[in-house]
């Protein structure tokens, strides 16, 4: 029974530790060009939304945490259908975009998570970041 466990044990931290590696055969030609070694401080947000020729501009408001109770960051009117901000990684981010029709106002609201990682390549520790897409596109 004791070596069932210890057993399963070595199992349980092998798959853990394994987790962020990535096996190379060859260390000395592997391909380093795409590897970003400094841990990244910022990444980042992209913002897509609805512009047409009625509506041109469209007013975003940006949080540091969810909308309804984050802290506003940054708002504007936007044009293009496209913006994107550089943003301190390991928080949550949240947007709105207020389309405004005659007397209507349609409000679109989404939200995401800006994380690094990391996976060691050989000797090396190469950082990742997610890049999220905030989509408040009309539907």
Same mark, same amino acid.
């Given at each position: 029974?004791?070596?069932?466990?210890?057993?399963?044990?070595?199992?349980?931290?092998?798959?853990?530790?394994?987790?962020?590696?990535?096996?190379?055969?060859?260390?000395?030609?592997?391909?380093?060009?795409?590897?970003?070694?400094?841990?990244?401080?910022?990444?980042?947000?992209?913002?897509?939304?609805?512009?047409?020729?009625?509506?041109?501009?469209?007013?975003?408001?940006?949080?540091?945490?969810?909308? !309804?109770?984050?802290?506003? #960051? @940054?708002?504007? =009117?936007?044009?293009?259908?496209?913006?994107?901000?550089?943003?301190? &990684?390991?928080?949550?981010?949240?947007?709105?975009?207020?389309?405004?029709?005659?007397? !209507?106002?349609?409000?679109? #609201? @989404?939200?995401? =998570?800006?994380?690094?990682?990391?996976?060691?390549?050989?000797?090396? &520790?190469?950082?990742?970041?997610?890049?999220?897409?905030?989509?408040?596109?009309?539907?």
């Amino acid at each position: 029974m004791a070596l069932l466990r210890y057993i399963l044990l070595v199992l349980i931290i092998s798959a853990f530790s394994a987790c962020h590696t990535i096996s190379v055969d060859d260390c000395s030609t592997y391909d380093f060009s795409d590897c970003q070694t400094r841990k990244p401080d910022s990444a980042l947000v992209s913002v897509t939304f609805s512009s047409s020729k009625m509506t041109p501009e469209i007013y975003i408001e940006l949080f540091r945490g969810k909308t !309804d109770h984050g802290e506003k #960051i @940054d708002s504007g =009117y936007f044009s293009e259908g496209f913006t994107e901000f550089l943003l301190p &990684v390991d928080q949550e981010y949240s947007a709105k975009a207020y389309y405004f029709k005659g007397k !209507d106002t349609i409000i679109t #609201i @989404d939200g995401c =998570y800006l994380n690094r990682d990391y996976v060691k390549v050989c000797d090396s &520790v190469c950082w990742e970041v997610n890049n999220p897409v905030l989509k408040l596109k009309l539907k």
